[in-house]
């Protein structure tokens, strides 16, 4: 082992499936599992003479995007052809944007992590879809044939680069699931990785902490779990290191990433960018979005993501913020902080209890907080889910929590059962919870469970 201290090196590139109605360039519907090759038409599927015509909306949901990464909006963004040979590309080139992509520079802060520069994002079509057949693999090497679908042919496909910014897999996480989160909160795509409406190619080097240059990085194409994304990187990480520990030296290849071995096997070499030998769109005119338009966007947008996290990090910590936010329940804590709840129990309230109409947040925060049954408490929640709820009924149903009334209860319990008193008297204090247990049947669980076990450690210390 050498006693240089490597610094992984980790840069995305994301893409996310528009949720527009119809296809990048033609009128085609999208349909998510419709019938193979029902969704084409002669612009998508390449007929002499058909000419595309760009999607509004989707140039639309770019500009949000790129807006809500704090990117620079193009005036003038230009479509290419990126122009490469595969069964699945039937024009022979794939339309994208090259040299002047609809949103130039710009970033994200991830709450608690750092902030990663945004190179591009821009807008392009998808390929249609390859399903090898046959043979012993049912992989592409080894397959008898293979046959292809032209319905996701077309489908406009927004891909964000991001700069190198990130150096651990944590980073790359974090950074993906707020990215993703942004996107979905936007309503611009599902971002579902496993329905393959969002992919990301992981670009990963090492260099040696305090190196400031890039060495030759792998390419993990088309990775679609956070899981494998997390553990392709680590893989990728291991293996460079221990190649230059060796003493080798590397090469800018693709991988693809076998999660069953846990190895990465190169893929082929990377094509310089060169080899798709780009050229501007003969047949599209350039992008040119009206500045009042992006005006509007940009104050439509809702409070993003990353935000809020950091907003309820004051109150909670980066974590429970990240998780609130993630899980879509914040609004909700912060609801029952409103109106006095506090913040740690109104963000476990949230989590546990957030099936409730947001308009009872006031009624259940005042329940929560007064000493009301158990049961009281699950019939206000279970209640808020369907409809409005006052909470006075609830409240009237307070918990008994007077001494006097469970004293003689808890005396009762100790004495029939000696056995549990002298196990817990004999350091098994777990034994408390079958105490608690007893005095609340007793009560019908109208007991304070705060009072009883106070009174119970009492007496029972004895
Ligand atoms: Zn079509």
Same mark, same amino acid.
């Given at each position: 082992m050498s006693s240089t201290e490597w610094e992984p090196v980790i840069g995305l590139e994301v893409h996310a499936h528009l949720k527009t109605r119809t296809k990048m360039f033609c009128r085609c519907e999208l349909a998510y599992g419709a019938g193979e090759n029902t969704r084409t038409c002669p612009v998508c599927l390449a007929h002499p003479g058909a000419l595309p015509v760009?999607?509004?909306?989707?140039?639309?949901?770019?500009?949000?995007?790129?807006?809500?990464?704090?990117?620079?909006?193009?005036?003038?963004?230009?479509?290419?052809?990126?122009?490469?040979?595969?069964? +699945?590309? %039937?024009? !022979?080139?794939?339309?994208?944007?090259?040299? #002047?992509? $609809?949103?130039?520079?710009? &970033?994200? +802060?991830? %709450?608690? !992590?750092?902030?990663?520069?945004?190179?591009? #994002?821009? $807008?392009?079509?998808?390929? &249609?879809?390859?399903?090898?057949? !046959?043979?012993?693999?049912?992989?592409?090497?080894?397959?008898?044939?293979?046959?292809?679908?032209?319905?996701?042919?077309?489908?406009?496909?927004?891909?964000?680069?991001?700069?190198?910014?990130?150096?651990?897999?944590?980073?790359?996480?974090?950074?993906?699931?707020?990215?993703?989160?942004?996107?979905?909160?936007?309503?611009?795509?599902?971002?579902?990785?496993?329905?393959g409406t969002l992919r990301a190619d992981v670009n990963v080097s090492v260099r040696p902490r305090g190196e400031t240059g890039f060495r030759p990085r792998w390419e993990l194409k088309n990775m679609n779990s956070f899981t494998f994304i997390r553990r392709g990187i680590e893989a990728a990480v291991r293996e460079q290191i221990a190649a230059y520990d060796r003493g080798e030296t590397l090469e800018q290849s693709t991988y693809d990433y076998d999660p069953d071995t846990d190895r990465l096997t190169v893929h082929r070499s990377k094509e310089e960018a060169d080899d798709y030998r780009y050229f501007p769109e003969p047949d599209l005119v350039p992008v040119a979005p009206p500045a009042d338009l992006?005006?509007?966007?940009?104050?439509?947008?809702?409070?993003?993501p990353g935000a809020r996290i950091e907003r309820l990090a004051e109150h909670l910590g980066v974590e429970s913020a990240s998780q609130l936010v993630s899980t879509g329940n914040d609004a909700k804590a912060e609801a029952f902080a409103a109106h006095g709840v506090e913040w740690k129990a109104a963000a476990a309230l949230a989590m546990n209890r957030g099936d409730f109409l947001p308009e009872n947040a006031e009624a259940l925060a005042r329940i929560v907080q007064a000493n009301v049954t158990r049961e009281a408490l699950d019939e206000a929640f279970a209640a808020a889910a369907s409809g409005p709820i006052e909470a006075d009924p609830y409240l009237a149903q307070t918990a008994l929590g007077d001494e006097s009334e469970l004293g003689p209860v808890i005396d009762a319990i100790l004495a029939a059962n000696p056995g549990q008193v002298a196990t817990y008297r004999g350091g098994k204090e777990g034994v408390l919870g079958f105490f608690v247990g007893a005095v609340m049947r007793e009560t019908q669980g109208k007991a304070d469970p705060k009072v009883v076990n106070r009174l119970l450690r009492e007496k029972l210390r004895g």
């Open positions: 760009p999607n509004r909306k989707a140039i639309q949901y770019t500009i949000e995007l790129g807006l809500a990464l704090g990117c620079e909006i193009s005036e003038r963004a230009i479509f290419a052809r990126k122009n490469y040979f595969y069964p +699945d590309l %039937p024009k !022979g080139y794939q339309i994208s944007q090259y040299e #002047a992509p $609809l949103c130039g520079p710009g &970033a994200l +802060d991830v %709450p608690g !992590g750092v902030r990663v520069g945004i190179t591009r #994002a821009h $807008l392009e079509e998808d390929a &249609a879809k390859t399903v090898h057949a !046959g043979g012993a693999t049912g992989r592409s090497v080894g397959a008898d044939y293979s046959l292809v679908d032209f319905n996701r042919g077309g489908t406009p496909l927004l891909e964000i680069v991001s700069e190198p910014d990130l150096h651990s897999a944590d980073d790359a996480d974090r950074f993906l699931r707020l990215l993703r989160q942004t996107i979905v909160e936007l309503g611009i795509s599902d971002a579902e990785m496993e329905k992006v005006e509007r966007l940009r104050s439509g947008l809702p409070e993003l």
